[in-house]
């Protein structure tokens, strides 16, 4: 994943400048960097932080002032778990935060399962997703917070 997602931010940040785009008026919306699923290794939050910031001052300008995660495929407290590690490791030169789908939908719409009666938690298990995921955008989310809920 490290070496794939390195050359194709290298090409993409050379064509950009090619074509003379303005940098700080971009986001950039990728991976993390995980172990491949092939290879049967789970990446500990720790390992996915490091090799995704390795990765950006490697690969992405610090003119580029955001970059929103995908989830990727991650299950739900996995993806907060990687984006909170990812933010304590900081200072970064980007503003990082989260663009999830199913990360965040997941939960909720099993909450709700289509029923009428089942709106208000389906709303509050996605209330609950938006606000740990950011407080991982702040680096300031726990497991213990999600037993809270």
Known sequence: CYEISRATLTKLYDELYAARVVLEGTILKPNMVLAGRKSGAVSSPEEVAQKTIK???EAVPAAVP???FLSGGQE???ATANLNAIN?????PWKLTFSYGRALQAAPQKAWSGKASNVAAGQAAFTHRAHMNHLAA???WK??????A
């Not at 304590?88 to 970064?92: D, E, K, S, T, V």
């Not at 497991?143 to 809270?148: D, F, R």
């Open 138 to 140: 702040l680096g300031q």
């Open 55 to 57: 990765l950006f001052r």
């Open 66 to 68: 955001g970059i929103a």
């Open 143 to 148: 497991p213990s917070l999600e037993q809270a």
């Open 88 to 92: 304590a490791i900081g200072p970064h």
């Open 76 to 78: 739900d407290e996995e």
